[in-house]
């Protein structure tokens, strides 16, 4: 499965989160074991009560440049992987997809 997909209204992203983490970060791609894709990212939030989900929301719209509107997890509110989808259309969408691709091409 492919970390990245289009939709009618823009991306889905597939993210695995480690909360609780020393520093927050957007380190990558990982591929897992049953084949699957996986942005990993890291959030110092804890994981109660949706902070790590709003850290990560944050993390991500920073990191895109988008506001913070235009994401949200729409899979695994309470799991590790989760599935974030991102509204953009046109020139917005190939900046985004070009910034999440970018990772992966320096493997």
Same mark, same amino acid.
């Given at each position: 499965?492919?970390?990245?997909?289009?939709?009618?209204?823009?991306?889905?992203?597939?993210?695995?989160?480690?909360?609780?983490?020393?520093?927050?970060?957007?380190?990558?791609?990982?591929?897992?074991?049953?084949? $699957? +894709?996986?942005?990993? @990212? #890291?959030?110092? /939030?804890?994981?109660?009560?949706?902070?790590?989900?709003?850290? *990560?929301?944050?993390?991500?719209?920073?990191?895109?440049?988008?506001?913070?509107?235009?994401?949200?997890?729409?899979?695994?509110?309470? $799991? +590790?992987?989760?599935? @974030? #989808?991102?509204? /953009?259309?046109?020139?917005?969408?190939?900046?985004?997809?070009? *910034?999440?691709?970018?990772?992966?091409?320096?493997?």
């Amino acid at each position: 499965m492919n970390g990245l997909q289009s939709d009618a209204t823009g991306l889905v992203l597939h993210v695995r989160l480690t909360p609780n983490a020393s520093a927050d970060a957007v380190e990558g791609w990982q591929d897992g074991a049953d084949g $699957s +894709r996986h942005l990993a @990212v #890291r959030v110092r /939030a804890v994981p109660e009560k949706g902070k790590a989900n709003t850290a *990560l929301i944050a993390l991500l719209a920073k990191h895109l440049g988008l506001p913070k509107r235009d994401l949200d997890v729409i899979r695994g509110a309470t $799991s +590790r992987l989760k599935t @974030v #989808r991102i509204e /953009a259309e046109g020139p917005a969408l190939a900046r985004i997809r070009s *910034l999440l691709e970018g990772p992966s091409d320096e493997r």
